[in-house]
């Protein structure tokens, strides 16, 4: 690993020399510094990569996880969504079309007829975090209100009309933020819709959402709606598809596959680039320094580093590829930085400090998926096991499973033998956190965490941050001692 030089002044340091060996988000810890930021939230965490997101999150490109909900609640919060490269052109384009038209305040009921049934809204009621159905008359309007707890006692047949809360607390959609959290607040409401002038339903919004409104700014486009990224893959026309998506209106492209530093990628990256002007290009995956330079050579504004780290990734025991993340990420930041470019750091997040590690090592962005797998807004279906505890199942996308959805158009012979070899755990059970089931949730953990760390090193913003920090390297009983414990020992 390149010994990073403390009198470049822009990059962090470590705290007794540079290692000659890789290092892991556990190896490493930072070690606080003077500081003169007097609040966590003054800390700004707007990225460096120009695309325009105001928190340093991006949603990897999993089928079971990134989808129309995902996209629509993190664009809200600041972060990015990019869509899977599997999903077929006309799915993407409903998809990009929703995400656009969504408001940045206000989040998109799930509504039914009166005539509709108890079973048929708790099929739908755990796709959102706000937990009720709003009932909707012929005209539009909301006349009742449908949690799960007002199942109690019926059958699944039985109608909404007879079982929902007809006692409506509406907000009007003119009222912002900080007004609908003092109503809501005032009359003790968790939850609302929310209508327009004539009455008719728009949206809805819980009172921590309301709160989270006045936090956190939604990343936006140039004409105000909400940002969405798109992966591409290299095989087929990447250059069409990219073509086809930017005409959508998508934001970002992702040209996606797991060997990011192959010939294929260079070129695949040249086409996608003359189809696309001045369309941001990410691409990836590398952990090297050279495959970043090549890649941005070929036309990339932003390299996704990190190959194996990821939780449902098998690579690295498959076939012993892969780099510790911090150290790739370390190296591939100063190679883009030189040449005037960014990295995203795919992968290996556990927990916030590791988002902050990685802002520390120089990534502009923090790119994850399974950890956000089992939320009310990943694109996999609620499950429930036999002891009533939620649940998603996800996979990896090198796995088997999502080797098949890829190649449903391929001839038999070619996906059997395709699905002979995998790099990727097909199945596992996500289970949702009670205490925090909704990925905002967990973005409010990341956040809290980051701007926290962002004080230790006296920095208020993602720049200050990358430069102030001061990185020591830790045994593993030194990052076991910093784990909390939530019994006695």
Same mark, same amino acid.
């Given at each position: 690993?390149?010994?990073?030089?403390?009198?470049?002044?822009?990059?962090?340091?470590?705290?007794?020399? &540079?290692?000659?060996?890789?290092? #892991?988000?556990?190896?490493?810890? =930072?070690?606080?510094?003077?500081?003169?930021?007097?609040?966590?939230?003054?800390?700004?965490? +707007?990225?460096?990569?120009?695309?325009? #997101?105001?928190?340093?999150?991006?949603?990897?490109?999993? #089928?079971?996880?990134?989808? !129309?909900?995902?996209?629509?609640?993190? /664009?809200r919060r600041g972060g990015l969504v990019v869509l899977p490269q599997d999903i077929p052109l006309d799915v993407v384009e409903n998809v990009v079309r929703f995400v656009k038209s969504r408001h940045t305040i206000y989040e998109t009921p799930i509504t039914m007829p009166a005539d509709g049934t108890v079973g048929e809204a708790l099929s739908l009621i755990y796709k959102r975090a706000h937990g009720a159905v709003v009932v909707v008359d012929g005209d539009g309007r909301p006349s009742g209100i449908f949690t799960e707890h007002?199942?109690?006692?019926?059958?699944?047949?039985? *109608?909404? *009309?007879?079982? =929902?809360?007809?006692?409506?607390? +509406?907000?009007?959609?003119?009222?912002?933020?900080?007004?609908?959290?003092?109503? =809501?607040?005032?009359?003790?409401?968790?939850?609302?819709?929310?209508?327009?002038?004539?009455?008719?339903?728009?949206?809805?919004?819980?009172?921590?959402? /309301?709160?989270?409104? &006045?936090?956190?700014k939604p990343a936006l486009d140039r004409d105000g709606q909400l940002m969405i990224g798109v992966a591409v893959g290299i095989n087929a026309d990447p250059a069409a598809r990219a073509l086809a998506l930017s005409k959508m209106g998508v934001d970002v492209l992702v040209v996606d596959t797991a060997h990011g530093h192959q010939t294929k990628m260079l070129q695949a990256i040249e086409q996608v680039r003359a189809n696309v002007a001045s369309l941001p290009v990410v691409a990836g995956n590398v952990v090297t320094a050279s495959g970043t330079r090549d890649l941005i050579n070929a036309g990339a504004d932003i390299i996704k580093v990190g190959v194996g780290p990821g939780a449902m990734c098998t690579t690295r025991m498959m076939t012993g590829v892969g780099r510790p993340q911090f150290s790739a990420v370390l190296e591939c930041a100063e190679q883009a930085a030189q040449l005037g470019k960014h990295v995203w750091a795919d992968g290996g997040v556990r927990h916030p400090r590791d988002v902050a590690l990685g802002l520390a090592a120089g990534a502009a962005n923090i790119m994850f998926g399974s950890w956000l797998a089992g939320t009310y807004e990943s694109a996999a279906d609620t499950l429930r096991d036999?002891?009533?505890?939620?649940?998603?199942?996800?996979?990896?996308?090198?796995?088997?499973?999502?080797?098949?959805?890829?190649?449903?158009?391929?001839?038999?012979?070619?996906?059997?033998?395709?699905?002979?070899?995998?790099?990727?755990?097909?199945?596992?059970?996500?289970?949702?956190?009670?205490?925090?089931?909704?990925?905002?949730?967990?973005?409010?953990?990341?956040?809290?965490?980051? !701007?926290? +760390?962002? #004080?230790?090193?006296?920095?208020?913003?993602?720049?200050?941050?990358?430069?102030?920090?001061?990185?020591?390297?830790?045994?593993?009983?030194?990052?076991e001692e910093g784990r909390p414990r939530d019994t006695s020992w």
């Open positions: 690993m390149k010994a990073i030089r403390e009198e470049e002044g822009n990059v962090m340091r470590f705290l007794n020399g &540079t290692p000659n060996y890789d290092l #892991t988000y556990n190896d490493v810890f =930072m070690v606080p510094s003077l500081s003169d930021v007097q609040s966590r939230q003054g800390v700004d965490l +707007s990225t460096t990569d120009g695309l325009g #997101t105001t928190i340093p999150v991006v949603v990897s490109n999993m #089928t079971a996880i990134a989808g !129309r909900r995902m996209a629509e609640t993190v /664009a007002d199942s109690v006692g019926f059958d699944r047949f039985a *109608q909404l *009309q007879n079982v =929902m809360s007809r006692e409506i607390i +509406s907000l009007n959609s003119s009222m912002s933020a900080e007004a609908m959290f003092e109503e =809501m607040t005032e009359r003790r409401i968790s939850f609302a819709p929310v209508v327009d002038d004539s009455g008719k339903l728009v949206g809805c919004i819980t009172r921590k959402g /309301a709160l989270r409104s &006045t936090i956190y036999t002891n009533g505890r939620l649940y998603k199942e996800s996979f990896g996308m090198a796995s088997n499973r999502a080797v098949r959805n890829r190649t449903r158009d391929e001839s038999a012979v070619e996906r059997a033998r395709k699905e002979l070899f995998e790099e990727g755990i097909s199945t596992s059970r996500m289970y949702l956190d009670p205490e925090r089931p909704s990925v905002e949730d967990i973005l409010d953990q990341i956040v809290a965490g980051v !701007r926290s +760390s962002c #004080t230790y090193a006296g920095a208020s913003n993602i720049l200050e941050f990358r430069k102030n920090a001061i990185i020591g390297i830790q045994s593993a009983s030194g990052y």
